[in-house]
């Protein structure tokens, strides 16, 4: 588990940083942070429980390894009925960096509303807390 931890440490840093860049109107760098914060934390539990993760941006692929390095198909279904916000994510990942897309304060609000809403669901299913 130890070795790991620096992918915690990731996720709580990107965390940060996407309020950070938030206060500062940086938004497409706020998202990508939001998503990285994500990304990096079910890495983390998922490397936590079986030893290595994915070498994925993909949430579709991701989810569905935590949800079976977890034996827990609560997890799959959260992402069912959420995949418009997962797919929101992978969005912030590739067109942040890549393409003009330009993000809106009010799609940062509601993308940290639905990353607290799964990481607290998270706590739920996986015994851990994020922060």
Request: negative net charge.
């Given at each position: 588990?130890?070795?790991?931890?620096?992918?915690?440490e990731?996720?709580?840093?990107?965390?940060?940083?996407?309020?950070?860049?938030?206060?500062?109107?940086?938004?497409?760098?706020?998202?990508?942070?939001?998503?990285?914060?994500?990304?990096?934390?079910?890495?983390?539990?998922?490397?936590?429980?079986?030893?290595?993760?994915?070498?994925?941006?993909?949430?579709?692929?991701?989810?569905?390894?935590?949800a079976?390095?977890?034996?827990?198909?609560?997890?799959?279904?959260?992402?069912?009925?959420?995949?418009?916000?997962?797919?929101?994510?992978?969005?912030?990942?590739?067109?942040?960096?890549?393409?003009?897309?330009?993000?809106?304060?009010?799609?940062?609000?509601?993308?940290?509303?639905?990353?607290?809403?799964?990481?607290?669901?998270?706590?739920?299913?996986?015994?851990?807390?994020?922060?």
């Amino acid at each position: 588990m130890e070795n790991f931890k620096f992918l915690k440490e990731r996720a709580k840093e990107f965390w940060e940083r996407g309020f950070e860049d938030f206060e500062k109107k940086r938004l497409n760098l706020s998202a990508f942070d939001f998503e990285q914060a994500i990304q990096m934390w079910v890495k983390y539990l998922i490397g936590k429980k079986i030893g290595d993760w994915p070498k994925t941006h993909y949430f579709h692929i991701l989810i569905k390894e935590l949800a079976n390095s977890y034996d827990n198909e609560d997890i799959i279904k959260f992402y069912n009925e959420n995949e418009i916000f997962f797919s929101d994510l992978e969005d912030a990942y590739f067109t942040s960096r890549y393409f003009p897309k330009n993000f809106s304060e009010n799609h940062i609000k509601e993308i940290v509303e639905n990353c607290k809403k799964f990481l607290k669901f998270l706590e739920e299913k996986v015994g851990e807390k994020f922060i």
